[in-house]
């Protein structure tokens, strides 16, 4: 099975936008390596848009690599990037140009996926823009979809339509193995904080072999780079990557990973927030408390493999201050005779045996996530 559990790799959008060549990604494949990322999980290296020429080649009518930023070709990344142990994402687009102005696969879908397979692609992020626009999306996704499988080789077919014509509601039936939920991220916490929120009630759709994708990671950027905006705090950075986790979206790193501080590559190769993203199961979250006045302020639950669960305490206000969690609406009704531990997943701490109520303080825009499980009291 592809995608057993949600991808976990890098992205070049975030941070490099337009401005990729074949050293950065070679670069970025072996700090994957040298700082354990690829040890945590991490492993496929995305090139997203900009890759190629502007046009395609007017004899072959194939998609060619930059001849000045990829002078190598890209069969010569993807067996670069094999070399180490990783795996190969590409990039194109259902339109007869990408969103950056390249040439698109529209009409060539079967022998571009032909070509992206013989460089060794692992992963199809397929965009939508520049699509005409009386073609159903299903059908543009349909027969990239279809165009992938021919190829005999397992890629990942990353469906990207930035949330538009409802992708949960066709995108697995099209081979999709991901589906962006929503538009384009930027590095600020109104951007990350927005997505997360959009897509709660979503969540349940997200199963093996297909996953809502929130989007690349902007965790370590700090406001540089192409959607650089404002930045973010390390409190907002490990609120988006503990959403991330629980929600079970796929963990696409989007900061220069060559330049990342200690702190924030301690968060994203936390081996136990990492286990809730990947758990077997690949449940959805769903909400289980919301504050009774402040909005923002809310606890999220998982039910993971082996009888245990993943809460969440999301202060996504502009204040300091608790988030609630009754153990009642998570499911344990008052005569059920149990209560919870809650183990956190950050500082490693077991809280004693809850009944009732757990409450959590936090600082504005600030996160604390459990394992628990329940206890015969
Ligand atoms: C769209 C996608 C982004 C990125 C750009 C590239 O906006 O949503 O993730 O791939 O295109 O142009």
């Not at 698109?104 to 965009?127: I, M, T, V």
């Not at 005999?152 to 589906?179: K, L, N, Q």
């Not at 919301?290 to 998982?302: A, D, K, N, T």
């Amino acid at each position: 099975m592809i995608a057993e559990r949600p991808p976990m790799g890098f992205n070049t959008w975030n941070t490099f936008g337009k401005d990729i060549n074949e050293e950065l990604i070679k670069e970025i494949t072996d700090a994957f390596v040298e700082k354990g990322l690829k040890d945590a999980g991490y492993e496929y290296i995305v090139v997203d848009d900009c890759w190629s020429e502007k046009e395609r080649d007017p004899i072959t009518h194939r998609i060619v690599a930059d001849k000045k930023r990829f002078p190598s070709g890209m069969k010569a990344l993807g067996d670069y990037i094999h070399s180490r142990g990783l795996k190969f994402g590409m990039y194109s687009c259902s339109g007869v140009r990408t969103c950056g102005g390249y040439p698109g696969s529209f009409g060539y879908e079967f022998s571009d996926a032909r070509d992206f397979a013989s460089y060794g692609a692992d992963l199809l992020k397929y965009d939508f823009c520049f699509r005409p626009g009386d073609v159903e999306s299903k059908l543009l996704y349909k027969r990239m979809g279809m165009a992938l499988r021919a190829t005999g080789r397992d890629i990942v077919f990353s469906v990207c339509t930035g949330g538009m014509d409802h992708p949960e509601r066709w995108a697995r039936s099209v081979g999709g193995h991901m589906y962006r939920s929503t538009l384009d991220i930027s590095d600020s916490f109104e951007s990350f904080k927005n997505i997360a929120i959009s897509q709660w009630q979503n969540l349940c759709y997200t199963a093996q072999g297909c996953f809502n994708d929130l989007d690349m990671l902007t965790v370590g950027m700090y406001g540089n780079g192409n959607v650089g905006e404002g930045g973010c705090t390390d409190i907002e950075y490990t609120t988006q990557f503990c959403l991330w986790c629980l929600f079970g979206t796929p963990l696409m790193l989007g900061c220069d990973v060559r330049n990342m501080s200690r702190s924030l590559l301690e968060l994203v190769t936390n081996k136990k927030l990492i286990e809730v993203n990947q758990d077997p199961e690949c449940r959805g979250a769903f909400k289980v408390t919301s504050h009774p006045w402040i909005s923002g302020r809310s606890s999220y639950m998982r039910f993971l493999s082996n009888g245990e669960y993943a809460v969440g305490f999301f202060n996504l206000s502009d204040t300091d201050g608790d988030v609630p969690f009754y153990l009642y609406s998570a499911g344990l009704g008052e005569s059920s005779g149990y209560g919870m531990v809650f183990e956190n997943l950050i500082t490693g701490e077991t809280s004693e045996v809850r009944r009732d109520f757990y409450s959590v303080e936090l600082p504005a825009h600030g996160c604390a996530m459990f394992r628990t499980r329940l206890v015969k009291l």
